[in-house]
């Protein structure tokens, strides 16, 4: 997917800043720079800043500090009219009072452009969402799940470059989702946007994106593509945010040929992988994901370090079992396995042994 | 499944519908043991009187039921041909019969109403009647050669009609003549359609200035955060906790000719002390007056329906190049439309029924219809004029709904 | 305006509920201001201390209107009304008011009968007067100096400035044809006819434009104290008190006057018809007449008052010559015929508003 995307930037955010009491800041020195045609991911709980930014590049907040570039042209005093950036709102923002083809034929008017070029672009915009029946309706006869398909028909009918995303598919429910989510990136790819899109739902950001930035508190804490966001968190946050997370705090005991010897609160010793720790004695925040835990000591590496654990539940989930241990004081450690003939299932109070690779446990900050 | 053309049948076999409309009756039965108290005391204290005050409008029973011999004896007579004796002798009859139940001045009122003067020749002519014997027409002119009038008959004639169209066509600046007919009003005494018309301009001005002062402010309102609307509402919503006597009377020590207005112009030389504006007393003073008192109710329906369109649509208008005036004038607005309808409606309806701001600062070219139904209620106690002047006002706020329901829609209108 | 009424009604019903533990109670309305208080300085306290009943006075703008609709909803809370004398007859007429015995009124301290001590058309069915007024017109000596005559009240090039007039036709257009030259005891006479009563709106056309319209009787002097007029038709005793009370430079013309009577009427169904009777009884007798007159210029419509008026209650000012009935004011002056306001005030009142709209 990457490979699809130029180098050249087309937005840039440079050192920007924005607060709106004077006091705290809601962003802190952001910089980005998007290449054309890249579908671009802000992830982060509410309140990280990722809905501040978008609207300082629509043109509805301003920067208080920093520069915004749309193709290499500052646009931090270019109202929002003349930016020439499509976009899908949360609720929609579908006009009530018209049809959906005035709802489209809006944007195309007020460039004024000429009724036949109006009603091809229409029809055009609305064959792209298979909502062509629907032209003389208005929005309120439409379902969740139409209306979106109308307000992304709407945002790209006057064809432009860029097309900001506020949480699009929040209000649909998980089905209807994840097939818009589909449409959606396979509709950007073939018409070649450049995309913005906010979320705080992770599944959608790994999903649709070619990369994703993860805000946390104004600050950017990892830019990257999914996979190595899902498989190479840079920091703690991450860690939790992206995906299902074990977590076990320590120390590190000593830093050796890219391992970490690692002791845990209890005493325990194991190998990891350290990422964002430098020196012995350093407190740490030790991260594995669930379905890299293995119980079957066949499979272990020889020599590695390996802990006592207690199963404590069990579930059934159809395509895998899902299975809750107490290890090393921690009663919410998960363990994910596949639903493959030859899987054990394990019964509530066996004592085992588990363990991993010991680059798939991270050693993260603290 | 075998009879597929029957009603449908529930559990136990009785007909669906009719189980679903117990069931119902029950749910409904409630609600309206709820809302009883509520619909009985607005039937006794609301409904009733106005019914038996518009009532009044068009009945009238006061001269038929007084004076039963005489309204008989009218019955059938022309108008045209001369009054007849048998007339007079019933008149005479039941002038002997009011003088002694004391009800000669409620008769003599009411007639003279139709035509100034008979007051004193029933008073008069009842004091003298039991003395009175036949010919009887010639015993009453000979009382009073006023008898021998026929406009005199002709007035006692359309006040002995119950059903009397009089009032409604007073109403209207129209005459209802003895033999049934109408006709204009005298010229010096056509008043009210010019007052209909006059309150209508006056209340759709106060209209109109109540919107462009009112919808900046609900917009304002709408778009600050709620803390700060909130404040702000509750100054919007002051005027209300001062009573509208004081607030009409402030309006008078502002703009009289002595007033701080004309003070403020003098000074800054607008004005001369000598030529001062005439600020009140005048249509100006009702307009500015029943503007003020009138802004809450357009504020309150526009903010209403301002506070629930999302300010997205206008961003959204604006990221597909849209100025500020093109998303306001084509999305936002529209969409505002409906407080517009209820605002507007509302103001003019009140402004429609104002009487004392009027009264108090409108002057002589500032009073308005239901000025003049406060004088009949109150000074000339002509209660059935009134009745009829209201009843022409109410017909007329009728009508306006229906244009505005036709035109907008009733269900289009939101009051919040 | 409803609500307004029921709280007075309701008020009143407490007052007399309270107050019947003790005494009666009875309500008596009047028209406020100074003549109010001239009334129950004269009236309401010397009774009240006799008989220790309780007076609540409330305050009325005129007309039937309250009377009216308090006999036909048979909730009667007024016991005493003062009105003017075409409302007495016409509120009679309607069968709105209650008959009064003149045998109760109390005889002139020279034994002289009620019925022959009331100066003329004081007593009828329903009334009994208790003063004489008069509709006039004032100024403000110390801005428009020079004013005699009714004339000037509408001479606009002489006297420059706003006028303020009674709105109703009553008095006012009597006035308008005694200033275009008919002689008083011709006044009613012309106004019979069509031709003198567009006569009489003709001259109130000269001025229309500068009128200031007034309605309750403490407004007049309020309008030439503010400026806001120049000359203003009133009630003669309120510009006396506004002149001798609050030493304001207001004159009386007395040139074109009007007299009137006020006279108690009872509504029909009055709740303390006893009380109330001995209070108009009391009220009307001839010494309390007389020392009305101490506290307004009125004139007391008993004959054998006149000689116990004497000063006002400043001590000093003579209230002889502000009476209407002083000799020096009767030389121009006109007697209000309430039979000719009964026969033609629907008309008259009618033809007026729609002047007055036009």
Known sequence: ?366 | MTDTSGPLLAADGTPLKKRLAQAMFRSRARAFGLAFPLIAFIIVVFILPIIFLLWQGIYDARYSRLMPTSTAAMADWDAVSPPTEEMAAAMVADLVKARENKTIGQVATRVNRELSGTRSLFTKSARSAKKMEAPYMEALIKKDKDWADIEVWKAIKIASVKYNPGYVASALDLKYNADGSFERQDEDRRIHLMLFWRTIEISFLVTVFCLILGYPVAFLLSTLPTKTSNLLLILVLLPFWTSLLVRTTAWIAMLQAQGVMNDLFVVFGLATDEDRFSLIYNKTGTLIAMTHILLPFMILPLYSVMKTIPPSYTRAAKSMGATNWTAFWRVYFPQSVPGIGAGALLCFILAIGYYITPALVGGQDGQMISNIIDFHMRKSLNWNLAAALGLVLLVFVLFLFWIYDRVVGIDNMKLG | MKLSKVLMATTALAFSAGAALASESITVVSWGGAYTKSQVEAYHKPWMAKTGNQVVSEDYNGGLAEIKAQVEAGTVTWDLVDVELSDAIRGCDEGLLEEIDHSILPAAPDGTPASEDFIEGALSDCAVANIVWSTVFAYDSSKTPGVDSIDDLFDLEAFPGKRGLRKNPKSLLEMALMADGVPASDVYATLETDEGVDRAFAKLDTIKDSVVWWEAGAQPPQLLADGEVVMTTAYNGRIFNAAAGEGKPFEVVWDGQIMDFDLWVMPKGAPNKEAALDFLAYSTDTQRLADQASWISYGPARKSSGPLVGLYNDGKTEMGPHMPTAEANLANALVNNFEFWADNQDELNERFNAWLAK
Not at chain 1, 98 to 103: D, H, P, V
């Open chain 1, 1 to 366: 997917m990457a490979d699809s995307v130029s180098n050249d930037a087309f937005v840039e955010f440079e050192r920007v800043q924005k607060s709106y009491d004077g006091e705290t800041l809601v962003v802190k020195d952001l910089n980005l720079t998007l290449p054309k045609g890249e579908f671009l991911t802000m992830l982060g709980p509410s309140g990280s800043g990722k809905t501040t930014c978008l609207m300082m590049l629509a043109g509805f907040e301003t920067a208080t500090h920093g520069e915004i570039r749309l193709d290499g042209r500052p646009i931090n005093n270019i109202p929002p009219h003349k930016r020439g950036i499509g976009m899908v709102f949360q609720n929609y923002a579908l006009f009530p009072h018209m049809t959906i083809g005035e709802n489209l034929s809006f944007p195309l008017e007020v460039r004024k452009m000429g009724k036949s070029d109006r009603e091809a672009k229409i029809k055009r915009a609305l064959d792209m969402v298979e909502m062509e029946a629907f032209v003389n309706r208005r929005p309120a006869q439409l379902s969740g799940g139409q209306q979106q398909r109308v307000a992304l028909a709407r945002a790209l009918v006057f064809e432009p470059e860029l097309v900001l995303m506020d949480e699009p598919l929040g209000a649909l429910d998980k089905q209807l989702r994840e097939k818009m989510q589909f449409e959606i990136t396979h509709l950007a790819h073939s018409l070649g946007i450049t995309t913005v899109y906010v979320t705080h739902d992770q599944t959608e950001a790994l999903t649709m994106s070619d990369r994703v930035a993860v805000f946390n508190d104004g600050v950017i804490q990892q830019l990257a593509p999914p996979d190595e966001l899902y498989e190479a968190p840079q920091n703690s946050f991450v860690a939790q945010f992206i995906g299902e997370n074990n977590t076990l705090e320590g120390t590190v005991k000593e830093i050796k040929d890219g391992i970490a010897l690692v002791q845990l609160d209890d005493g325990e010793l194991i190998d990891c992988k350290p990422i964002n720790v430098s020196k012995p004695g350093e407190r740490t925040r030790v991260s594995i994901r669930p379905e890299r835990v293995e119980f079957n000591k066949e499979r272990l590496q020889e020599g590695a370090h390996t802990l006592k654990a207690e199963v404590l539940e069990f579930i059934y989930m159809g395509d895998i079992f899902r299975t809750r241990l107490r290890v090393a004081g921690n009663d919410e450690f998960i363990v994910k396995t596949r639903n493959a003939p030859d899987q054990v299932r394990l019964e509530p109070g066996t004592q085992i042994e588990i363990g991993w690779l010991p680059e798939d446990c991270r050693a993260l900050d603290a």
